[in-house]
T-cell receptor, first 112, second 112 residues
Framework: GQQLNQSPQSMFIQEGEDVSMNCTSSSIFNTWLWYKQDPGEGPVLLIALYKAGELTSNGRLTAQFGITRKDSFLNISASIPSDVGIYFCAGQQIQGAQKLVFGQGTRLTINP | DVKVTQSSRYLVKRTGEKVFLECVQDMDHENMFWYRQDPGLGLRLIYFSYDVKMKEKGDIPEGYSVSREKKERFSLILESASTNQTSMYLC???????????FGQGTRLTVV
C-alpha cells in the first residue's frame, strides 16, 4: 500500500529552536492530518487540514496543506522539551474513504 | 473525554499461539482500525471495519483476522503467532463524517 514520504526521519535540535518537517506524495490528498506520539503511547491528533492552501495553527504548531494537494508541512516554533516524540503525517486520499495513509514519522530529539 | 482502550499494554506470547488483541471505544464511532507500527515503517493498516460485522483488508492482512460483533469493540486475532509479528499494535476509531482517527495507547506484542 501507498505510504507518504515524510522527512526528515529524525531531528536533533537545541531547546528554543524552530522545527520544520514535511510530507510529500505522488498522489493527491483531500485531507492532511498531523499526529504526535509520545514514547510508549498512541498517536494524538495535533492539526487537521481540509483545504488546499489552508494554513492552521495550534499554539506553537503551524501546518499547511500544500496548494498542489500533494504535500503538507508542520512547523514548531521555539521548541521545548515536551515536544520530544515522533510526528506523523497522515492523508485521506478519496473523499468519503475513511482510511488514512501514514508517513514513516519524524523522530524529534531536543537537547536542553 | 474520548477514549480508545486496548486491553493490554504489553504481551509476550509463544510461537504458534492464538493471540487476541481487544479494543473498545466509547465514542460511538462507526470506523475502527488496527495498525502495526515498526521502526522506520510508520503505521501500516492491517484491517479496518466501517460497521458491525463488516471488515476490509488493509495493506498487510496476512496472518491476521478481525472480529467486530459490537459497534464499540474491534478484535485483532493472530491465528498462529510468529516472531515476525512482534510489533507495536495500535487500534483507532473515527466517525463516519471525518477521517480524524483517535488512537488507543498501543499493545507491544513480543512473540518468542
Amino acid at each position: 500500500g501507498q505510504q507518504l514520504n515524510q522527512s526528515p526521519q529524525s531531528m536533533f535540535i537545541q531547546e528554543g529552536e524552530d522545527v520544520s518537517m514535511n510530507c510529500t506524495s505522488s498522489s493527491i490528498f483531500n485531507t492532511w492530518l498531523w499526529y504526535k506520539q509520545d514514547p510508549g503511547e498512541g498517536p494524538v491528533l495535533l492539526i487537521a487540514l481540509y483545504k488546499a492552501g489552508e494554513l492552521t495553527s495550534n499554539g506553537r504548531l503551524t501546518a499547511q496543506f500544500g496548494i498542489t494537494r500533494k504535500d503538507s508541512f508542520l512547523n514548531i516554533s521555539a521548541s521545548i522539551p515536551s515536544d520530544v516524540g515522533i510526528y506523523f503525517c497522515a492523508g485521506q486520499q478519496i473523499q468519503g474513504a475513511q482510511k488514512l495513509v501514514f508517513g514513516q514519522g519524524t523522530r524529534l530529539t531536543i537537547n536542553p | 473525554d474520548v477514549k480508545v482502550t486496548q486491553s493490554s499494554r504489553y504481551l509476550v506470547k509463544r510461537t504458534g499461539e492464538k493471540v487476541f488483541l481487544e479494543c473498545v471505544q466509547d465514542m460511538d464511532h462507526e470506523n475502527m482500525f488496527w495498525y502495526r507500527q515498526d521502526p522506520g515503517l510508520g503505521l501500516r493498516l492491517i484491517y479496518f471495519s466501517y460497521d458491525v460485522k463488516m471488515k476490509e483488508k488493509g495493506d498487510i492482512p496476512e496472518g491476521y483476522s478481525v472480529s467486530r460483533e459490537k459497534k464499540e469493540r474491534f478484535s485483532l486475532i493472530l491465528e498462529s503467532a510468529s516472531t515476525n509479528q512482534t510489533s507495536m499494535y495500535l487500534c483507532a476509531s473515527s466517525p463516519w463524517t471525518v477521517p480524524e482517527a483517535f488512537f488507543g495507547q498501543g499493545t507491544r506484542l513480543t512473540v518468542v
